[in-house]
């Protein structure tokens, strides 16, 4: 008899969930008639948002209604972390794009706030992605230096017969309050239908700003500098590159310190891809290299040709990490949006639509010859915890399944540490929000090579063909033992490979009864 020994730490979280709902948002009802013969106006708008609906996150951000996507606009200022974001004020589907906003002290419990910027009802504007600064030195004028605006740089998409992607500007001079446009918008445009998600951070170095932007039909990004954040100068382009079998969006540039020496310091692009990412529609991946303030030059080691996906799971998409996180603080933080465009609008979630992953904290570490992008769940995160239960030693059979209900182990959002040694099992792992017909599986697959999730019983899955799925991420043994460590939510699963070397993110619609753990081995 083949027995395999698994040390099993469970922690429960009990979350409690502490938004402050806003009643109502900031914006005009459209009087389109269009909109409401296409059905598009949420009946919902006054509902009794609950947070308890079901499949509603219970420790991820979501909007209080409507549809969500990319998050923009990810900056710090004054103690808090604000969160923007693709919307849709009307409705529970992609459309009138607008930028939501929500605050945070500790990256846990968001305060939903109103509208920060406004689809344009009059010049049939849609706001596109893109990311925020505070202009500390007041280079743009829209302050002065006791208080520096906040910037926020996005693209205009224009509507209409000849669709015209431009960069535009609108800021804050009340700490993300309220935001207002810059008269002179756009100010980057040549007449481009595919040209967007502007992310731009100040180069210390040579004391200016740079912007990438993403050229997505050529699979290529650009660069860009400025003085002031108004007027812009051609710096160069990357790509095509890596995986270029989807359009390129929303890309973020940033450096790191490569194993934590800060005398060590690389740059990492980091660029999203729809469709044909590695776990099918839309995905993300990155280049290690150096930035010279013209241009960046990817450094790859001269064995190895593979793609670097920043998630081998199918909903991670158009992350963006925080800029003027303080320097105390230190680290590169991100979120993601947690959906995949091949299904995005059919999810079956109401009064709102999409969910970000949690907030992961982004280092870069050498593994064999390869500089590779490693996450982690931030630390905060903890402070969810309540009650935890540890196993040791747990021995699961080949073919047997284990139920860790009878000791009174199971739940619908709750975080497990796991090492598991495989012996000569050739499959093992965990059965997630199982019930009786109904699972999700993590498991660490011998023969592959693999922490896989497989959710192609995870629950209700019909209202797309390209949902059902197993999804498969790298994994190498340390010390002949696998780690995981998984956030399970409502309708999400997060496994995070051994130090983070590997993501899994993944949307399950799981049955709310359904709440068993068990153990497998094959
Ligand atoms: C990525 C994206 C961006 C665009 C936004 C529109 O998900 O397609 O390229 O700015 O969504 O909502």
Request: proline residues 5%; aromatic residues 12%; negative net charge.
């Amino acid at each position: 008899m083949n027995s395999h020994s698994l040390s099993f730490i469970l922690l429960l979280v009990v979350v409690a969930c502490n938004f402050s709902l806003y009643g109502c948002q900031s914006i005009d009802t459209p009087d389109n008639e269009e909109i409401y013969d296409a059905g598009k106006i949420d009946q919902h708008l006054e509902a009794d948002v609950t947070f308890t609906e079901k499949y509603r996150p219970q420790f991820h951000y979501t909007p209080r209604i409507n549809w969500m996507n990319d998050p923009n606009g990810l900056v710090f200022y004054d103690g808090e972390f604000h969160l923007f974001h693709q919307y849709n004020p009307f409705g529970n589907q992609w459309g009138f794009m607008s930028w939501n906003h929500a605050v945070s002290t500790d990256l846990v419990h968001w305060e939903h706030k109103p509208v920060a910027i406004a689809y344009g009802k009059e010049e049939k504007e849609g706001i596109f992605s893109g990311s925020a600064v505070v202009d500390h030195s007041n280079t743009s004028g829209f302050g002065d230096i006791e208080t520096p605006p906040i910037v926020a740089v996005y693209t205009s998409a224009f509507e209409g017969d000849r669709p015209n992607q431009a960069q535009s500007l609108a800021y804050s001079t009340d700490g993300g309050e309220t935001f207002i446009k810059y008269k002179e918008n756009p100010v980057l445009d040549h007449n481009d239908p595919d040209f967007r998600d502007p992310n731009v951070m100040w180069d210390d170095q040579r004391e200016e700003w740079v912007m990438v932007v993403a050229l997505p039909t050529q699979h290529k990004v650009a660069f860009y500098s400025s003085p002031n954040l108004i007027d812009w100068e051609f710096l160069s382009e990357f790509g095509p590159a890596g995986a270029v079998d989807g359009i390129w969006e929303c890309p973020d540039l940033f450096q790191l310190p490569v194993d934590g020496d800060p005398g060590n310091m690389k740059w990492v692009l980091h660029v999203d891809m729809n469709p044909g990412a590695v776990a099918g529609g839309s995905g993300s991946q990155y280049f290690v290299g150096d930035w010279n303030g013209e241009s960046f030059t990817e450094e790859k080691s001269t064995s190895n040709d593979e793609i670097l996906w920043t998630d081998y799971g199918t909903d991670f998409y158009a992350a963006i990490s925080w800029s003027n996180v303080p320097k105390e603080d230190g680290r590169r933080l991100w979120v993601g949006w947690m959906n995949n465009w091949d299904y995005a609008n059919q999810i079956p979630t109401s009064p709102w639509r999409s969910a970000m992953s949690v907030p992961r904290s982004v280092e870069l570490k050498s593994t064999g010859d390869q500089l590779r992008l490693v996450q982690q769940p931030v630390d905060e995160l903890k402070s969810l915890r309540k009650d935890h239960v540890q196993l040791q030693n747990v021995s699961v059979v080949n073919g047997e399944v284990k139920s860790l209900s009878d000791q009174n182990i199971s739940g619908k959002a709750y975080e497990i540490e796991v090492e598991i040694d495989p012996a000569d099992a050739d499959v093992v792992g965990l059965m997630l929000r199982a019930g009786e017909e109904e699972y999700t599986l993590v498991g660490y697959d011998a023969v592959k090579g693999t922490t896989y999730v497989d959710r192609t019983q995870s629950g209700e899955s019909g209202f797309s063909d390209l949902f059902e799925g197993r999804y498969d991420a790298p994994t190498r043994l340390e010390n002949g033992v696998v780690k995981l460590h998984l956030l399970v939510d409502w309708s999400s699963v997060e496994v995070f490979v051994g130090d983070g070397e590997a993501v899994l993110t993944n949307r399950i619609f799981p049955d709310p009864q359904s709440r068993d753990i068990r153990l497998f081995a094959e």
